[in-house]
């Protein structure tokens, strides 16, 4: 029951009392309101779903709106919760306005996960691990860290990848990671004249060894697709990333 004061008594001073005895009903201008019990159910099990949400951290890389419309079908397949007419107004109070209506309790629950502190030698699941729990960090050591999804290179192979196009830059990168580091990206262009960005590196030096490591990992995923398949690779004008590309693929 939700409590709400009607009225205010007036003030009658000593006499309002005589010993233990009420002189009135303290009460009496108290009203009990009953509040919809298909809103408070509706509460109750988002509460639940959050509460649910803070202690299992596999749910911080899943999408808001997932978690809010799994709620929903959890709620209106609950007998649990009530007949099914009463699931109906109950699902009906916790849709509310859609996923708007509950994505911030939602996401701040989610918060609660989160690792912020990210460095060279910490990075959070959430970055390490794509959404469908996929690894995406691949490698990483003291020079470098290597990132890509076998899912897309695999994807890429099957539509025709026949040509590679890498890159890097230095100035998007945070200065504690030194002058010479790079995001190094390589993309691929399928025979439907797509171009896909397949891997990512970030790299602490500008080594050929470094250019080997980085080229042998998509070398290994591609080779265990089938035959190989790259035709034409373009890299920039430094010798060292050339040389790797072609002995990797070219020779």
Not at 160 to 181: E, N, R, S, Y
Not at 220 to 235: D, K, M, N
């Amino acid at each position: 029951m939700r409590h709400s004061a009607a009225a205010t008594v007036e003030y009658i001073g000593e006499q309002q009392v005589v010993g233990n005895k009420f002189l009135s009903d303290p009460s009496q201008n108290h009203v009990c309101t009953p509040i919809s019990t298909a809103e408070d159910k509706a509460e109750r099990v988002a509460y639940k779903k959050n509460q649910e949400v803070r202690s299992d951290p596999s749910l911080a890389s899943v999408p808001s709106v997932e978690i809010w419309e799994t709620m929903v079908q959890e709620c209106l397949e609950n007998p649990s919760v009530g007949s099914s007419a009463e699931r109906e107004e109950v699902t009906a109070n916790l849709f509310r306005h859609g996923h708007e209506s509950r994505r911030r309790a939602i996401t701040r629950s989610k918060a609660v996960h989160k690792d912020r502190s990210i460095s060279w030698n910490n990075i959070p699941r959430e970055f390490a691990f794509l959404p469908d729990g996929s690894r995406f960090l691949q490698l990483m050591t003291a020079d470098v860290h290597i990132y890509y999804s076998c899912t897309t290179i695999k994807k890429a192979y099957e539509n025709g990848l026949f040509a590679l196009v890498a890159d890097g830059v230095h100035k998007i990168l945070p200065t504690p990671l030194g002058d010479q580091a790079q995001l190094y990206t390589v993309h691929g262009v399928c025979s439907n004249g797509h171009e896909i960005p397949l891997l990512y590196a970030l790299t602490r030096a500008q080594r050929e060894s470094t250019y080997e490591l980085v080229f042998s990992c998509l070398e290994r995923e591609l080779r265990s697709l089938g035959p190989q398949c790259v035709r034409r690779f373009v890299v920039d004008f430094e010798r060292a990333a050339s040389n790797a590309a072609k002995r990797h693929f070219l020779e």
